[in-house]
């Protein structure tokens, strides 16, 4: 038995290497294939889409927000790792009580490095986790020295519809926003993910309105409902997972980054 501390600043005690392992987190999913996982995952849950032959094949336990407890209790799991964000509090603190639960906290690329470092640790997969971190650090190296350039476009990026919701400032998706893809957030003085009206966007001065493949699935038709409270804006729909799959999908995403900032930019 290893302790670790997770991103909550909370120390775990965790069997070394953990033999049955659940994700409740899709991005933390893929990593755990990535990292060469397969025997060791007993479950994850109906929004794990990645890789496909694990969505198709390991025992689904709820959503991130409505997990089955008992379910996943009844798998003895030796290690649970769970995000602050994208589960609910009461959920992962009644599997605290049970079962030993990790639970990662991202917001920057940093946070993101360190999680997956963290996993491989925790995993014994430190030098898988190794090759993965520094692929990302040097592709998003990369795509900085190339998107910091001249003044930004003003951007929202929405995830939801009825109603209307953004990135706020305090956002994994913001951070990639500003700090690599040469955006300005206008809603990045809100924390969290806000509401807005119309009148909050019209007044944004917005230039660009990226609309997210999820957890809202934005499509074309939704594109007319925005050009007409924002007629001066360009509205482009985004692959969600790029901006906020913050496990190995990193290593695609920095590319996907950099051809949409040619895109927004007229850059060849």
Known sequence: MNTY?????????????PRRIISVV????????????????????KFCVHPEEWFRQKQR????????LEEILALKPDLVIANKEENTAA?????????????????????????????????????????????????????????????KLR???????????????????????????GLENVFGEISRYPEVDAGQLLS????????????????????????AIAPGARILLVDGEMFSWYGSRLGKAAEYMQELWKLLYNCQ
């Open 61 to 68: 336990i709820g959503g991130t927000k409505q997990l089955h």
């Open 204 to 227: 944004s001065d917005c230039q660009v309105i990226l609309l997210s493949s999820e957890p809202y699935p934005f499509k074309e038709k939704h594109i007319a409902e925005l050009a």
């Open 91 to 151: 959920d992962i603190h009644y599997l605290m009580e049970r079962v030993p639960v990790w639970v990662s906290d991202i917001q920057t690329l940093d946070d993101a490095l360190a999680m997956i470092s963290n996993i491989g640790k925790i995993t014994g997969r430190h030098e898988q986790a190794l090759q993965i971190t520094n692929d990302i650090i040097l592709r998003f190296s990369d795509l900085q020295k190339s998107t910091h350039q001249g003044k």
């Open 155 to 181: 951007t929202a990026y929405f995830i939801w519809r009825n109603p209307w919701m953004v990135a706020g400032g305090d956002t994994f998706i913001h951070h990639l926003m500003t700090v690599y893809c």
């Open 26 to 45: 899709p991005s933390q999913t893929e990593l755990l294939y990535d990292l060469g996982l397969d025997e060791e995952v007993v479950g994850i849950t």
């Open 5 to 17: 501390t997770d991103q909550l600043g909370r120390e775990v005690v965790i069997p070394f290497p």
